[in-house]
């Protein structure tokens, strides 16, 4: 089956210290992988995706994303969080079969406190 | 959010009334799609459009319809047979439908149906 999970439901973090939040997914063949952030009551922007070649990603506001294919991974990372950092955080992968071909298959998202 | 508009941002209805969201992108997007995000479940992709005039069901088409007569617009139709449409709407479009291409988001409708 394709899918994709978030295991942290809420990843609390000192400002000023890396933060780590955690995405792992199944899918067959080369996967396709996406994280967005989203504000309350906001939509979702997108932050950064793997598509091939280097494993580490980097994307918006700092953030940077390790793809690690024999623990088929794809943890976001910053190495000094914001508490502007703080939001909802989704992990996607893309669907390469069946009825989700194309489309993108969202975690349940990772719930990020940045304290000060 | 992009070039993608959602109105309206906040809309009550009573149970047993259809309700359209409006979506529309000038990104010139091919790809449109619509999502509903429940609290700690993540988006389900209720529809998608690939093209003007063509659209496939998501995972949650049940109680819902869509239209694509413009390549800008594709508005969301909440019917009074989706049995519990109490959500946060997202519409989202994309350049095509590739594997590599992201999705843009629009800012969102919350609906609440008493």
């Known amino acids: 089956a394709q899918s994709v999970a978030q295991p942290e439901d809420q990843v609390n973090v000192a400002e000023g210290n890396p933060l780590t939040v955690k995405c792992t997914y199944s899918?067959?063949?080369?996967?396709?992988l996406f994280w967005y952030v989203q504000y309350p009551n906001r939509g979702l922007q997108f932050l950064l995706k793997?598509?091939?070649?280097?494993?580490l990603v980097k994307g918006s506001y700092g953030f940077e994303a390790e793809f690690n294919k024999s623990q088929t991974s794809f943890h976001l990372k910053k190495p000094s969080a914001l508490v502007s950092d703080s939001a909802l955080y989704f992990c996607a992968v893309r669907g390469n079969y069946g009825g989700s071909q194309g489309n993108l298959i969202f975690g349940k998202g990772t719930k990020l406190s940045v304290k000060p | 959010d992009g070039g993608i508009t959602q109105s309206p941002k906040y809309l009550f209805r009573k149970e047993g009334q259809n309700v359209t969201l409006s979506c529309e992108q000038n990104?010139?997007?091919?790809?449109m799609y619509w999502y509903r995000q429940d609290p700690g479940q993540g988006l389900r992709l209720i529809y998608y459009s690939q093209i003007v005039n063509d659209f496939q069901k998501g995972d949650i088409a049940e109680g819902y319809s869509v239209s694509r007569e413009k390549k800008e617009s594709f508005p969301l139709t909440v019917t009074s047979a989706q049995k519990n449409p109490t959500a946060f709407y997202l519409c989202?479009?994309?350049?095509?439908?590739?594997?590599?291409?992201?999705?843009?988001f629009g800012p969102g409708t919350r609906l609440t149906v008493t």
């Open positions: 793997y598509i091939t070649g280097d494993n």
């Open positions: 899918v067959s063949g080369n996967p396709y």
């Open positions: 990104l010139n997007h091919d790809a």
């Open positions: 989202a479009s994309s350049y095509g439908t590739g594997f590599s291409y992201e999705q843009y």
